[in-house]
Nanobody, 120 residues
Framework: QVHLVESGGGLVQPGGSLRLSCAAS????????MGWYRQAPGKQRELVAG???????NYADSVKGRFTISRDNAKNTVYLQMNSLKPEDTAVYYC??????????????WGQGTQVTVSS
């Protein structure tokens, strides 16, 4: 079992920045692929950014050039740096940890979410 705890959300004006953090309980954090998802009211949860155990990253088109995902395996933590925030970035942001074993067993965990509100 992996427990994920997000922090860093809040209210920010358009054009501002926030950094989200997700601390994982697992001592084997480094073998998990990590991701940040978001869900706005009335919308489906969507992938914002992902980083593999090998540090490959991918981003949703809507956040490319503005958001950066990174991980610190020594601290069991993944980050999402969000710059040039827009009102449409308003959502609950969720941290995800995922790995598939050699026998194709999926381990998939979610944090409780942190609210990000972009408004003037």
């Amino acid at each position: 079992q992996v427990h994920l705890v997000e922090s860093g959300g809040g209210l920010v004006q358009p054009g501002g920045s926030l950094r989200l953090s997700c601390a994982a309980s697992a001592s084997i954090f480094s073998i998990y692929d990590m991701g940040w998802y978001r869900q706005a009211p009335g919308k489906q949860r969507e992938l914002v950014a992902g980083i593999t155990s090998g540090n490959s990253t991918n981003y949703a088109d809507s956040v490319k050039g503005r958001f950066t995902i990174s991980r610190d395996n020594a601290k069991n933590t993944v980050y999402l740096q969000m710059n040039s925030l827009k009102p449409e970035d308003t959502a609950v942001y969720y941290c995800n940890a995922r790995r598939i074993t050699m026998s194709s067993t999926l381990f998939n965990y979610w944090g409780q979410g942190t609210q990000v509100t972009v408004s003037s």
